[in-house]
């Protein structure tokens, strides 16, 4: 018997109605003769506004118990949609995050699995039972609650696919698949009916939410068959899967933006071998992410440094960096939340010469000024400005023919 794991995002599970909408398709999948497991996210908005409590009640609610918080949404939904296939006459059982269970380690808000239990729901599905797990949760070895960081459900449903060595995993979201852009800032954005793994992760973690960075790292790793599609209609969605030939063909098969990030530049540090050291180290024992870093050229011993974190960790960031560059005589510290990265991606681009003049070209003939750039074999990245994020991924999907029919064929 086949054996499939669907995910339902929070728009899909946002009210009664909609959990029964989803109730419908699950008890669809389970009658065609599927074993189904179901991973479902929080309403959508819930796990906002759990952020925001925690945000009130702490300047920094970073830890233990921002988790106990935010992880709760998740068990509401799972919750409602067994008492609704109950209702149906179908057997279901709800599975919070310890009770599958799903292993991680303890760094609390972007928790990290480790290991599933399969025994557990493995026993519920022989027993004809329909499995619901909360996506996003975790416990650690000492039994804390954890969260996989925001967009964590998808990670959950791809890993226990893993677990189970599940023959697909569908990705049920708002929209119809992966498009070559977000669709809901450009409308000639076209859906992909295929996208490989590797191309999938630059996108996920160029900012394309569809996916979650670290379920595609999953999926990639396990060859787990990724389906991502809409839960509102029957649509063929996007396959998520290995790399083919054809795949190469394209040149640039995406655009992305991420507004998520914000800019801290050390400005006029003393230019000694060491130094990026001393100012990197506190970011990491405080489990900070660095995304892009530039220091530009010295010319009188001393030197500017850019890097980005995540904007959720920018107070923080900030705080720490201005501690250091203090100790290392460094001028001042300027922050700047009001940035975008907008990306384009495409595996093509390692056989293909001139894309990234390409890509200057077109954001200077719109006057949009490059604070950053940072390139690796399949992806260019450029920091602009956060008011032209979405003239700058319009223009760039233009530029490289993205809405026309002729380039998605050739996958
Ligand atoms: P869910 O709540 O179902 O997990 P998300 O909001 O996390 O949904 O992800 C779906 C959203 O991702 C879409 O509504 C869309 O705005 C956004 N998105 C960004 N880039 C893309 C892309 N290239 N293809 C499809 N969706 C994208
Ligand atoms: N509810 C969590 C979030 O909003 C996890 C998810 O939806 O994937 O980030
Ligand atoms: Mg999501």
Do not use: W
């Not at 709800?94 to 026993?123: C, K, L, N, Y």
């Not at 969605?237 to 914000?262: H, P, Q, R």
């Amino acid at each position: 018997m086949p054996l499939i794991v669907q995910k339902y995002g929070g728009t899909s599970v946002a009210g009664v109605e909609r959990i029964k909408n989803v109730a419908g398709r699950v008890a669809r999948t389970h009658k065609d003769g599927n074993k189904v497991v179901v991973v479902l996210s929080a309403m959508s908005g819930e796990t906002n506004r759990l952020v925001a409590f925690a945000n009130e009640a702490s300047e920094f609610p970073v830890g233990r118990e921002y988790d106990m918080i935010v992880s709760t949404g998740e068990q509401v939904t799972i919750g409602l949609l067994s008492l609704v296939l109950k209702e149906m006459g179908l057997k279901a059982r709800s599975f919070a995050g310890h009770q599958v269970p799903i292993i991680t380690d303890s760094q609390f808000g972007s928790a990290r699995i480790e290991h599933i239990g399969s025994e557990a729901i493995m026993r519920e599905l022989a027993s004809g039972g329909i499995a619901i797990v909360a996506g996003f949760q975790g416990v650690d070895t000492d039994g804390n609650i954890t969260t996989l960081g925001r967009g964590g459900s998808d990670t959950t449903a791809v890993a226990l696919a893993a677990a189970l060595n599940a023959d697909l995993c569908e990705i049920y979201t708002d929209v119809e698949g992966v498009y070559t852009t977000d669709p809901n800032i450009c409308n000639d954005a076209r859906k992909l009916a295929k996208v490989s793994y590797d191309e999938m992760l630059e996108m996920a973690s160029l900012g394309a939410k569809v996916l979650q960075t670290r379920s595609v790292e999953f999926a990639r790793k396990y060859n787990v068959p990724v389906m991502v599609r809409s839960s509102f209609t029957d649509t063929q969605g996007t396959l998520v899967c290995k790399e083919d030939i054809e795949m190469e063909k394209v040149v640039v098969s995406g655009v992305t933006y991420n507004k998520d990030e914000a800019k801290i530049s050390v400005l006029r540090v003393p230019d000694r071998p060491g130094i990026a050291a001393r100012l990197f180290k506190p970011l990491t024992e405080a489990g900070i992410n660095v995304d892009m870093i530039v220091q530009n050229i010295s010319h009188d011993a001393h030197t500017d440094l850019t890097f980005t974190v995540s904007k959720s960790e920018f107070k923080r960031a900030l705080k720490l960096v201005k501690e250091t560059a203090s100790d290392i005589e460094a001028k001042e510290v300027v922050g700047d939340p009001n940035i975008a990265k907008v990306s384009i991606v495409g595996a093509g681009m390692r056989s293909h010469a001139g894309v990234a003049s390409k890509m200057f070209d077109v954001m200077a003939a719109e006057g949009i000024n490059i604070q950053m750039i940072s390139t690796s074999e399949i992806k260019i990245s450029c920091v602009v400005d956060v008011k032209y994020t979405e003239l700058a991924v319009r223009v760039l999907h233009d530029a490289f023919e993205l809405g026309k029919e002729e380039v998605n064929e050739e996958r």
